[in-house]
Structure formats: C-alpha cells, structure tokens
C-alpha cells in the first residue's frame, strides 16, 4: 500500500525555475527521504529528514516537513535540464525506524531547456 | 564503490513460464531488500533480509513468488508461474546497516509477461 501521496503528479518547468514538490502521508514516521528516478534506472537517494526536524538543505534542494499536518516539500532552485526524472518520497513508519521504506506515487518533473 | 547489480535487466517470458531474478548488494551491506514498481507507481516492498534471514516477507505472494539469501550476500528471486499481472520492474535496493536509513537502489529487472 503506498503512504505517502504526491502533489502534483506531474510538473513542467523551464530551466531556471524552481518546482516545487509536496508529499503527505498517514501514520506517525522516525524519517521521511526523497528519492529521484531517471526514465529506466533506480532510485536515487536524494536527502534524509527526520521526524523531529523542520527544514534540510543539500545543494540546490530544500526539503521540509511538518508534522503536524503529516506534509512534505521538496524545492529544487534554479532547475536544469538534468533534474528531468521522477521523485519519490517515502516514509519510514516506525517510531524505532524499522529501515523500512513506504513510498508515494512519485512526482513526474520535466526541465523544458 | 560498485553499486546494487541485478541482472538480467530485462525478461520477456509467456505466462505460467518461471522466472529468476538475481541481485548482488553493495559489499557489506547487511539488509537487502525486493520491490516491485509497477508503471506509474512507486516501489512496493516484497521483502527485507537481515543478513539471511527474511525479516519481514508478509507482501510476498506466496504462492507462486519465492526469494532466498544463502549466504547473506546475494539474494535471488523467483516467480512459478508468471502472471500477466506480473509484469512490473523489480527492484532490489540494500542498506549498510543499523543506524543508516539511506537505501541504494540497483537498476531493476523490467519483466513483460505475455
């Protein structure tokens, strides 16, 4: 079954904008991660945050989270062609962290040049 | 450092034929897990290995797919008989151990059941 749900389920931007991902899910979670997948290839961990955190930058995401409202967003700035893929976030459900992963339906990003 | 490899990367089989799938994890990575992502669809966990032990396979379907770790490193997975309903990417990813969450993905097996 999938936890998280994405929004949109499909973006298209031009390069230099940003996009804007959000994610909601369900039950309480130790980490939320964000997962990019190129057309035909795995999945590639993006960044890690976790329940007790708000905010987490790594280059040019920026990723956050509340709890409260069970959401999180992914912000990629000043995008390239390159960032075209699908991303994915996913729950880790266990208030131990149970290293199990509960992924969304994905957010189809496309980076016009 | 080599990634997660899968092979074959591709299989196209005819329906109630079997068929394998093989995955070898980063080396010294503990946990291994199979998902199965179906078109338009984020990854679904089929089972998770400590070592060799199957720590959770309760979203295996039983009754026609099975995996095995032997020796805790490579693992294979199996369906007998292949459905139509099969037909999915299988992706196997692994994990270093406690305290890391992070999971590193192989490229998958993109199966087509006719």
């Known amino acids: 079954s999938q936890q998280g749900e994405e929004d949109p389920q499909a973006l298209s931007i031009q390069e230099g904008e940003n996009a804007t991902m959000n994610c909601s899910y369900k039950?309480?979670?130790?980490?939320l991660q964000w997962y990019r997948q190129n057309s035909g290839r795995g999945l590639v961990h993006l960044i890690l945050?976790?329940?007790?955190?708000r905010e987490k930058h790594s280059g040019r995401l920026r990723v956050t989270l509340d709890t409260s409202k069970k959401s999180s967003s992914l912000l990629i700035t000043a995008s390239r062609a390159a960032d075209t893929a699908s991303y994915f976030c996913?729950?880790?459900?266990?208030?131990?962290?149970?290293?199990?992963?509960?992924f969304g339906k994905g957010t189809k990003l496309s980076v016009i040049p | 450092e080599a990634g997660v490899v899968q092979s074959p990367r591709y299989k196209i089989i005819e329906k109630k034929q079997p068929v394998a799938f093989w995955c070898n994890p980063i080396?010294?990575?503990?946990?291994l897990y199979w998902y199965r992502q179906n078109l338009g669809q984020g990854p679904e966990l089929l089972i998770r290995?400590?070592?060799?032990?199957?720590?959770?396979d309760s979203q295996l379907p039983k009754d026609r797919f099975s995996a095995e770790r032997l020796k805790g490193v490579d693992s294979t997975l199996k369906i007998q008989p292949a459905e139509l309903g099969d037909s999915a990417v299988y992706l196997c990813?692994?994990?270093?151990?406690?305290?890391?969450?992070?999971?590193?993905f192989g490229p998958g097996t993109r199966l087509t059941v006719t």
């Open positions: 990813a692994s994990r270093p151990g406690d305290f890391s969450y992070e999971q590193y």
């Open positions: 039950t309480s979670i130790n980490n």
């Open positions: 945050i976790r329940s007790n955190e």
């Open positions: 996913a729950t880790d459900d266990s208030g131990a962290g149970s290293y199990q992963l509960t």
């Open positions: 080396s010294g990575h503990n946990t």
């Open positions: 290995y400590e070592n060799e032990e199957a720590v959770d």
